[in-house]
Nanobody, 123 residues
Framework: QAQLVESGGGLVQSGGSLRLSCAAS????????INWYRQAPGKQRELVAT?????NTNYADSVKGRFTISRDKSTVHLQMNSLETADTAAYYC???????????????????WGQGTQVTVSS
């Protein structure tokens, strides 16, 4: 079964750092893009960072210079530095057009989401 599982969220003081991880349930063969989104209460979901299979990255203006997205085999990380209270949100990992190798065989998903991990930044 194809899954994305996020981890690494928590409570941190303003100016601190956290590293989020998004682990795929199988070997990543190919994907179009893997994204980190966030959603704060009462606000729209926001695209934070993107990495392509080729390793190209893109960031929202609000996190440029503070967040770094990277991939290590079948796990995508989001390193978050200089955290601000405005970064408080639930963070979700999303894969666009992903092909995974699982125990049951290869699985393709057009749009795969993780369950989310909460990041809370205190002042």
């Amino acid at each position: 079964q194809a899954q994305l599982v996020e981890s690494g969220g928590g409570l941190v003081q303003s100016g601190g750092s956290l590293r989020l991880s998004c682990a795929a349930s199988g070997t990543i063969f190919m994907f179009n893009a893997i994204n980190w989104y966030r959603q704060a209460p009462g606000k729209q979901r926001e695209l934070v960072a993107t990495i392509t299979f080729a390793g190209n990255t893109n960031y929202a203006d609000s996190v440029k210079g503070r967040f770094t997205i990277s991939r290590d085999k079948s796990t995508v990380h989001l390193q978050m530095n200089s955290l601000e209270t405005a970064d408080t949100a639930a963070y979700y990992c999303n894969a666009d057009q992903i092909l995974l190798g699982t125990i049951g065989g290869p699985v393709h998903k057009d749009d795969l989401w993780g369950q989310g991990t909460q990041v809370t930044v205190s002042s």
